[in-house]
């Protein structure tokens, strides 16, 4: 606050912000069908979706974004890349979980034929989905992206991660230091929105969660 009794926004001291930005609505969101690492491209709702969101995070004064290379989260990138002039850096450590067989299955499909697989998943268990990775596997490859890209930051500086909604919970959990069983507690991400965190002298802090949410269900392979 000001002298004058005005608040402003300083800025230093702040302390270096991640934002983690989940991509824009597919159609396989919509069935409800597992993605995984499959490269399923954004509806046209998504599209509309990353634009807006686009239009909110640029006037966070963005210095760098770094994005998963599968098209969802790539395309979505390009709309805030487009707003701020900043070329976007793509990175396969930042993919969602691999899901082997369950890939291209809708969530109903992998209860009738993975039910007890499906069930342990949802208690917290360490599972290997489909075969694939464990949630400990995906924080393991994408978080030290996010360090990597956060370590180039300015002083105070903002730093723009585009992933899936998986990836970015294990990340988010990683980051925090909590123990992996618990990353359940983070709630999932609706398409397009975001989550912040904040370096503090104790470490991150989960500053905003699920923020430029609208009332819309979260849909994806995280829900």
């Known amino acids: 606050m000001s002298a004058t009794g005005e608040v402003t926004d300083r800025g230093a001291g702040r302390g270096r912000r991640v934002i983690l930005w989940r991509h824009g609505q597919t159609s396989w969101n919509v069935e409800r069908r597992f993605q995984g690492t499959t490269d399923v491209e954004l509806t046209g709702t998504g599209v509309a979706q990353a634009r807006r969101a686009a239009r909110l995070l640029a006037g966070l004064r963005p210095d760098a974004i770094v994005a998963s290379d599968l098209k969802r989260a790539a395309d979505t990138a390009a709309e805030l890349a487009a707003l701020t002039g900043l070329e976007v850096?793509?990175?396969?450590?930042?993919?969602?979980?691999?899901?082997?067989?369950?890939?291209?299955?809708?969530?109903?499909?992998?209860?009738?034929?993975?039910?007890?697989?499906?069930?342990?998943w949802k208690r917290g268990e360490p599972v290997r989905?489909?075969?694939?990775?464990?949630?400990?596997?995906?924080?393991?490859?994408?978080?030290?992206?996010?360090?990597?890209?956060?370590?180039?930051?300015?002083?105070?500086?903002?730093?723009v991660v585009v992933s899936h909604g998986g990836t970015i919970r294990t990340t988010i959990g990683r980051l925090?230091?909590?123990?992996?069983?618990?990353?359940?507690?983070?709630?999932?991400?609706?398409?397009?929105?975001?989550?912040?965190?904040?370096?503090?002298?104790?470490?991150?802090?989960?500053?905003?969660?699920?923020?430029?949410?609208?009332?819309?269900?979260?849909?994806?392979?995280?829900?």
């Open 89 to 120: 850096a793509h990175d396969e450590g930042l993919r969602e979980t691999y899901a082997g067989v369950w890939q291209g299955l809708t969530h109903n499909e992998i209860i009738a034929r993975y039910g007890e697989e499906y069930a342990a």
């Open 129 to 159: 989905r489909g075969g694939g990775e464990l949630e400990t596997e995906v924080a393991d490859r994408a978080a030290p992206v996010v360090l990597r890209y956060v370590d180039k930051l300015p002083q105070d500086g903002t730093l």
């Open 176 to 223: 925090l230091g909590l123990d992996a069983h618990s990353w359940e507690a983070l709630g999932g991400l609706t398409n397009c929105c975001w989550s912040v965190l904040g370096e503090g002298v104790r470490g991150w802090r989960l500053l905003e969660h699920n923020a430029g949410s609208l009332p819309e269900p979260v849909l994806g392979d995280d829900d």
